[in-house]
């Protein structure tokens, strides 16, 4: 499938299903049954900073980082649906962003070693070009810029929980796109290895921080009649995070 129609078919299921994601996985949550930034603190202090926010949905994110008094906020998102929400809620809550409807992939006049944060929060797995998509961010950031980006971990995709057993059903190598309903639209993804994300970074001018794997302390002291999501949060990582810089 070329990446043109993947796009279509993506931007097509967020226009429709914007609103059910309102204000879901945005910061300060990396990812369900995961740690936050409350606790990781990979942010630090961004008073006076310039952030840009990568499939930046409905804007909460963003005003999160407007709240600790960041001086500019800038997000870019393929979905209209989501564009439009998220301009609605930023300028409710009083800020004055700067928002792109556009796919993360292409040039759209963001502007170049401008930035000192660029972040994702579950949207870079969404890109149809990994190492284009890092590329252009690593342009956005000034020098010694930080990237930081969370999404869905790879192992996750792969297991599934059958009888109290975590079962292999996909090979962790297989990075084919493919298809699947979701709130009864398809969406098209594939299934990138942490290695894939890991050399695309080197390639673009970044280096490794620090990499987050870790499951909630709440999950994983829980005890009793477990969910299949919570059993096999406790066993491997259901997201990621990657904090760079640039070089």
């Known amino acids: 499938m070329d990446n043109k129609s993947v796009l279509n078919i993506n931007k097509n299921y967020w226009d429709r299903n914007a ?3 309102f204000g879901v996985t945005s910061l300060p949550t990396y990812g369900v049954q995961f740690v936050t930034e409350d606790e990781l603190k990979l942010f ?3 008073a006076g900073k310039k952030m840009l926010d990568i499939g930046c949905g409905s804007g909460h994110s963003l005003k999160y980082h407007g709240d600790n008094n960041a001086a500019e906020l800038w997000g870019i998102d393929m979905s209209t649906k989501q ?10 809550c009083g800020y004055t962003p700067k928002l792109i409807n ?5 040039e759209y006049g963001i502007p170049k070693e401008y930035f000192d944060f660029v972040y994702s929060i579950y949207a870079i797995g969404w890109t149809t070009d990994l190492q284009g998509t890092f590329n252009r961010i690593a342009s956005y950031l000034k020098k010694d810029g930080i990237f930081i980006f969370s999404w869905k971990h790879p192992l ?6 059958e009888e109290d057993k975590l079962i292999f059903e996909k090979a962790y190598f ?16 594939c299934n990138r290895k942490i290695s894939t994300y890991i050399n695309a970074l080197g390639k673009a001018g ?26 096999k949060a406790k066993m491997l990582p259901l997201s990621f995070i990657i904090k760079a810089r640039k070089l």
């Not at 564009?83 to 409710?92: G, H, R, S, V």
């Not at 996750?156 to 929980?161: A, K």
């Not at 297989?174 to 993804?189: A, G, H, P, R, V």
Request: charged fraction near 30%; glycine fraction near 2%.
């Open 156 to 161: 996750h995709h792969c297991v599934v929980v």
């Open 206 to 231: 970044f280096v490794i921080e620090q990499m987050v794997e870790e499951t909630d302390k709440a999950t994983m002291s829980s005890t009793g009649n477990l969910d299949n999501r919570s059993k």
């Open 174 to 189: 297989d990075e084919n796109w493919f298809t699947q309903l979701l709130d009864d639209c398809d969406i098209t993804l």
């Open 44 to 46: 630090g202090d961004v």
């Open 102 to 106: 556009a796919p993360m992939e292409v």
């Open 83 to 92: 564009i439009e929400n998220a301009n609605k809620y930023l300028t409710e």
């Open 19 to 21: 609103d059910e994601w």
